[in-house]
Structure formats: C-alpha cells, structure tokens
C-alpha cells in the first residue's frame, strides 16, 4: 500500500482507516479490445481509478494501448472508430503508461489488476496478483 498522503483531499483515505488510498492504480492485463475499451472508457476519474500499467504478451500492442492511455489521462479525447472496443486517443499527448510483456515488474506500481484476457489465461495471471497481495 501507499503511504498517506500530506494532503487533507476528500478524495485520499489512509490506510490506518483501513481503506485504500484513491485514486486505486490499475494495471490492465491484455491489451485487446475489451482492455481497450475498459482503459480508455471506464478506468479514470469517473471510477476513481488510474491506469498505472499494461501488460500484454504482444509488445507492440501493449505498447500502443499504453501510449493511448497516457495520451487520455493527459487530457486527449475518446476517439471510438466506429466501436468503443477499437478506440484510440483522438490525439497525441502527454507520457505513455509503462508497458510490458510481464505482470511481474508492473505489480509495484498497481493497486489492483484488471484482468482482459481471454479465459483460459485468467487462472495464472489471478494467482500471481493475489501472491503479490494484489486485487
């Protein structure tokens, strides 16, 4: 967990109330289109949550992924292409977010772990979050 922070935002808890800190850190495993769509539509302010990682076997789409979170997070709009699964960021801005082909490095930097992979993956990747003390 986070240390608490010095601020007095309605938004941070401490962890002696036994609450997590908000924003929660995402890390998105799968960098397809649901992941996409989770990423860019429903993991942000509105859900007090921040997409701190993404991870997929397949660099270069983690790498894409990561690059149109960082650009959304920065301030870019939504651009849906016909279908919220094949959304990109409307433009370029800001850092992308790490990227990797692991979820062991990224698992320092998240707070829990969304899992967008196809079914028969899920088993490995839940075990190694939760071995990690993650959600």
């Known amino acids: 967990r986070r240390s608490p922070s010095s601020s007095s935002s ?8 036994g609450k997590p800190q ?14 996409r769509e989770f990423a860019l539509y429903h993991l942000g302010p509105a859900t007090q949550t921040v997409v701190t990682t993404v991870v997929d076997l397949d660099e270069d789409r983690a790498r894409r992924l990561a690059a149109d979170v960082g650009s959304v997070q920065a301030g870019a709009s939504v651009a849906s292409r016909g279908s919220s699964y094949a959304a990109t960021a409307a433009d370029t801005r800001g850092t992308p977010v790490p990227s990797s082909t ?21 088993a490995s990747i839940v075990l190694e979050a939760l071995a990690a003390g993650k959600s």
């Not at 309605?10 to 109330?17: A, C, F, G, K, Y």
């Not at 908000?22 to 992941?35: D, E, H, K, M």
Request: aromatic share 2%; net charge negative; charged share 10%.
């Open 102 to 122: 692991k979820l062991t490095p990224c698992l320092h930097a998240c707070d829990l772990v969304y899992v967008g992979t196809p079914p028969n993956s899920h």
């Open 10 to 17: 309605s938004s941070t808890m401490s962890i002696e109330e």
């Open 22 to 35: 908000l924003p929660l850190r995402v890390c998105v495993v799968g960098a397809g289109s649901i992941s």
